[in-house]
């Protein structure tokens, strides 16, 4: 039975009160029954969680490790652990991989998961034609050889990443036979992973809802069944938390976050992740004069949005190495100093009589304050002589036009980096090559391009450092802030928050 009074009914509004009696729980009410509620802040596009731009999303990877398994696995602390894979590595001159496959593990059809399964799903990654967007990673080993449960095969290009990116974006081991036999169409209708939870309705920007895997090799997951409702915009994820209709959300506002909290019946928990907050800087218009990009940068208080529009939950970066990154390297400062932002606009004929002009583009309701944070910043701006217009766009846009290098000027963007090595954030985003960057000039890609390969680990964090200075230097990127995760859910629940952002209902348990 609710428990919401007619107060209550009248701040929540009809909608919100209808869902609360329909689900038969309110604020205080208890999530005792078998399934989990998730008011999810992004659709889910695609059911195969290795081809296309929405492959690389950070915040799909929670619905896509729920359904499938990695390669090899990662705790919410971020250590590498077995996955499917029980043991791998290379030999001693790093010119061959090894694996150990799972033995035992059955596919959501109760087909068995084999070592061609394995291979199947690596060499596919590898091949340019599937839409891999990770391709480039996956195509650096190859002539893979099974005896039993074992993989041999032969690095044709070192890449010191290979095996941490299993645990990562695109990472997900597919069902050969089932995908051979129903093609790409078949599979998102049909979808199969060998993960704790198997799909068991979706319905296009509404819901998905999953049942337990009574044969997942992991154990017997929490819960009977899982319900991720896709509710984007932050406001109707608050509600949804308040009204009891949803058990668990994540990334309200902090002023919400730090309210709900103390509601009875509710909790929270705010953990620093590997997301941050930057703006893409594209090499066209403006932005092709480095007095502008700098000024764009020193005109913007980071501390200030932190500390004001996110209530302290954020740590101000200068580079796309966060503090728990493996190349951060605290020297590299830009620092906020408005004064030096106009002198180096003026340098180049700017003013606030006499703008730089230029479009940003930002989500609205993806993380805390996003939208918020660039009208704070594009006030920041004004006063130093830039103008800037802000365009809205759902995350998927912003896929579609960083693929195809038609990005604006200057666009926001979350980064999320799991594996927190510097060719997963400062590579992929700002090596020309790469289908992820938005500024592409050859000065860069020549300081970066040895890095890929480098096989000594102390030169190649020390370059990678060096790399995040020269981009500093010349204003090629704008980071932000590092963010810290906000998430409630009913009291009566216990959350394990995970470090890469993904908030998983293997994670939530009953207290």
Do not use: C
């Given at each position: 039975?609710?428990?919401?009074?007619?107060?209550?009914?009248l701040?929540?509004?009809?909608?919100?009160?209808?869902?609360?009696?329909?689900?038969?729980?309110?604020i205080?009410?208890?999530?005792?029954?078998?399934?989990l509620?998730?008011?999810?802040?992004?659709?889910?596009?695609?059911?195969?969680?290795?081809?296309?731009?929405?492959?690389?999303?950070?915040?799909?990877?929670?619905?896509?490790r729920?359904?499938?398994d990695?390669?090899?696995?990662q705790?919410p602390?971020?250590?590498?652990?077995?996955?499917?894979?029980t043991e791998?590595?290379?030999?001693?001159d790093?010119?061959k991989?090894?694996?150990?496959?799972?033995?035992?593990?059955t596919?959501?059809?109760?087909?068995?998961?084999?070592?061609?399964?394995?291979?199947?799903s690596?060499?596919?990654?590898?091949?340019?034609?599937?839409?891999?967007?990770?391709?480039?990673?996956?195509?650096?080993?190859?002539?893979?050889?099974?005896?039993?449960?074992?993989?041999?095969?032969?690095?044709?290009?070192?890449?010191?990443?290979y095996?941490?990116w299993?645990?990562?974006?695109?990472?997900?081991?597919?069902?050969?036979?089932?995908?051979?036999?129903?093609?790409?169409?078949?599979?998102?209708?049909?979808?199969?992973?060998?993960?704790?939870?198997?799909?068991?309705?979706?319905?296009?920007?509404?819901?998905?809802?999953?049942?337990a895997?009574?044969?997942?090799?992991?154990?017997?997951?929490?819960?009977?069944?899982?319900?991720?409702?896709?509710?984007?915009?932050?406001?109707?994820?608050?509600a949804?938390?308040?009204?009891?209709?949803s058990?668990?959300?994540l990334?309200i506002?902090?002023?919400?976050?730090?309210r709900?909290?103390?509601?009875?019946g509710?909790?929270?928990i705010?953990?620093?992740?590997?997301?941050?907050?930057?703006?893409?800087?594209?090499?066209?218009?403006?932005?092709?004069?480095?007095?502008?990009?700098?000024?764009?940068?020193?005109a913007?208080?980071k501390?200030?949005?932190?500390?004001?529009l996110l209530?302290?939950?954020?740590?101000?970066?200068?580079?796309?190495?966060a503090?728990?990154?493996?190349?951060?390297?605290?020297s590299?400062?830009v620092?906020?100093?408005?004064?030096?932002?106009?002198?180096?606009?003026?340098a180049?004929?700017?003013?606030?009589?006499?703008?730089?002009?230029?479009?940003?583009?930002?989500?609205?309701?993806?993380?805390?304050?996003?939208?918020e944070?660039?009208?704070?910043?594009?006030?920041?701006?004004?006063?130093?002589?830039?103008?800037?217009?802000?365009?809205?766009?759902?995350?998927?846009?912003?896929?579609?036009?960083?693929?195809?290098?038609?990005?604006?000027p200057?666009?926001?963007?979350?980064?999320?980096?799991?594996?927190i090595?510097p060719?997963t954030?400062?590579?992929?985003?700002?090596?020309?090559?790469?289908?992820?960057s938005a500024?592409?000039?050859?000065?860069?890609?020549?300081?970066?391009?040895?890095?890929?390969?480098?096989?000594?680990e102390?030169?190649?964090?020390?370059?990678?450092?060096?790399v995040?200075k020269?981009?500093?230097?010349?204003?090629?990127?704008?980071?932000l802030?590092?963010?810290?995760?906000p998430?409630?859910?009913k009291?009566?629940?216990?959350?394990t928050?995970?470090?890469?952002?993904?908030?998983?209902p293997?994670?939530?348990?009953?207290?």
């Amino acid at each position: 039975m609710t428990t919401l009074n007619r107060r209550d009914a009248l701040a929540l509004g009809a909608g919100t009160f209808l869902a609360a009696l329909l689900a038969g729980r309110g604020i205080s009410a208890a999530a005792t029954s078998d399934t989990l509620t998730i008011a999810f802040n992004v659709n889910l596009p695609s059911f195969d969680p290795t081809v296309g731009p929405n492959a690389v999303n950070p915040a799909i990877q929670a619905i896509y490790r729920t359904v499938f398994d990695h390669f090899v696995d990662q705790g919410p602390d971020l250590a590498f652990k077995p996955g499917l894979l029980t043991e791998w590595g290379w030999n001693e001159d790093k010119t061959k991989v090894w694996m150990t496959v799972r033995e035992g593990v059955t596919w959501h059809d109760g087909t068995p998961l084999t070592a061609e399964d394995i291979v199947w799903s690596l060499e596919r990654a590898a091949k340019q034609e599937t839409g891999n967007p990770i391709q480039f990673i996956w195509s650096t080993a190859g002539n893979y050889k099974i005896d039993g449960n074992k993989i041999t095969g032969d690095v044709l290009r070192y890449e010191p990443t290979y095996f941490m990116w299993m645990a990562y974006l695109t990472g997900y081991v597919l069902p050969k036979a089932h995908y051979e036999k129903v093609g790409a169409e078949g599979f998102e209708k049909k979808p199969i992973g060998t993960g704790p939870y198997m799909v068991d309705a979706y319905e296009g920007n509404s819901f998905l809802r999953l049942k337990a895997n009574p044969n997942y090799f992991g154990g017997k997951p929490p819960f009977e069944t899982v319900v991720f409702k896709f509710v984007p915009d932050a406001t109707s994820r608050v509600a949804e938390i308040e009204s009891g209709s949803s058990d668990v959300t994540l990334d309200i506002p902090y002023e919400e976050f730090d309210r709900l909290k103390s509601v009875q019946g509710l909790a929270g928990i705010a953990t620093p992740i590997t997301d941050i907050g930057m703006i893409f800087i594209t090499n066209v218009d403006v932005m092709l004069d480095k007095n502008v990009r700098l000024a764009a940068h020193h005109a913007i208080d980071k501390k200030a949005i932190v500390d004001r529009l996110l209530r302290g939950y954020g740590v101000p970066i200068d580079t796309l190495e966060a503090p728990n990154y493996a190349a951060f390297d605290p020297s590299i400062t830009v620092g906020y100093d408005p004064q030096k932002a106009k002198e180096l606009l003026a340098a180049s004929g700017y003013s606030t009589d006499k703008p730089a002009k230029f479009t940003i583009q930002t989500t609205r309701g993806l993380k805390p304050k996003d939208y918020e944070m660039i009208q704070a910043i594009v006030g920041m701006w004004r006063k130093v002589g830039i103008e800037a217009n802000i365009e809205v766009y759902e995350i998927a846009k912003h896929f579609e036009l960083r693929a195809a290098h038609q990005l604006a000027p200057a666009a926001f963007y979350n980064w999320g980096n799991a594996i927190i090595d510097p060719t997963t954030s400062t590579g992929f985003a700002m090596f020309g090559p790469s289908p992820h960057s938005a500024w592409k000039t050859e000065d860069l890609d020549k300081i970066i391009g040895p890095l890929w390969g480098e096989k000594d680990e102390e030169k190649r964090i020390a370059g990678w450092k060096a790399v995040s200075k020269y981009i500093a230097e010349n204003g090629y990127v704008i980071p932000l802030l590092q963010y810290v995760q906000p998430v409630v859910f009913k009291s009566d629940l216990k959350v394990t928050p995970d470090q890469s952002g993904a908030l998983q209902p293997v994670h939530v348990e009953k207290a």
